[in-house]
């Protein structure tokens, strides 16, 4: 029997926290394809990626967690971490401020 959206989420953050960002992607994906609109799958997916330097990728998954979830802190820190590596100051300053100023004490 195939793993449900949640088993497989709970599979890449694993792989996530155990530096596999490229096997994470891979999990994550399955799930995302389960639940394309929850913010929690979209944000380890764009962490995942980010992680094996794909950046554009990673972009999306956090553009689209914030969309669904406006006040994600952490997708706005993972956009501006984006915009960053992709040499757009302008918008990197702009996420990374919403995100301290939305929880200050988990990203400072």
């Known amino acids: 029997m195939g793993k449900n959206a949640y088993e ?3 599979q890449g953050k694993s792989l996530l926290e155990e530096k596999h960002p ?9 799930a995302k394809g389960l639940f394309p ?3 929690s799958i979209r944000e380890a997916l ?3 990626y980010f992680n094996y330097g794909q950046y554009c990728l990673a ?10 979830e406006p006040t994600n802190h952490y997708a706005h820190f993972g956009l501006g ?6 040499g757009d100051n302008d918008m990197a300053y702009r ?9 200050p004490d988990d990203l400072g």
């Open 59 to 68: 972009k999306e998954e956090f553009d689209k967690a914030v969309e669904i």
């Open 37 to 39: 609109n929850k913010g």
């Open 22 to 30: 490229a096997q994470a992607a891979l999990v994550l994906e399955k």
């Open 46 to 48: 764009g962490r995942a």
């Open 81 to 86: 971490l984006c915009f960053k590596k992709m």
């Open 95 to 103: 996420h990374l401020k919403l995100a301290i100023a939305m929880k």
């Open 8 to 10: 497989l989420f709970q």
